[in-house]
């Protein structure tokens, strides 16, 4: 049974930075992409950074140049690096792996408070 687990999240000031990681388990197919998207309250859920097997990526423009997105395909992990966080990067983060054949898979969700 696939699994992905989260880690990472937590509360931090604006200007701060967290590392949020996603490890994905339980089966022997391939991983195409892996990403993170977010939900804040009242809103839809949104994608933030997108990873290709090769390493393609895909980064919304809200943050852009604050965000990182890597992987570790030896490990099955994803790893989204935050920086100069702002008060509305407030949300639970969602992590989301492609298999390949599908289907794709979510994670619990890990909460990021920014506090101003």
């Known amino acids: 049974q696939v699994q992905l687990v989260e880690s990472g999240g937590g509360l931090v000031q604006a200007g701060g930075s967290l590392r949020l990681s996603c490890a994905a388990s339980g089966s022997s197919r391939s991983i195409n992409d892996m990403g993170w998207y977010r939900q804040a309250p009242g809103k839809q859920r949104e994608l933030v950074a997108t990873i290709g097997s090769r390493g393609t990526t895909v980064i919304a423009e809200s943050v852009k140049g604050r965000f990182t997105i890597s992987r570790d395909n030896a490990k099955n992990t994803v790893y989204l690096q935050m920086n100069s966080l702002k008060p509305e990067d407030t949300a639970v983060y969602y992590c989301?792996?492609?298999?390949?054949?599908?289907?794709?898979?979510w994670g619990q969700g890990t909460q990021v408070t920014v506090s101003s």
């Open positions: 989301k792996a492609v298999y390949r054949p599908g289907p794709n898979y």
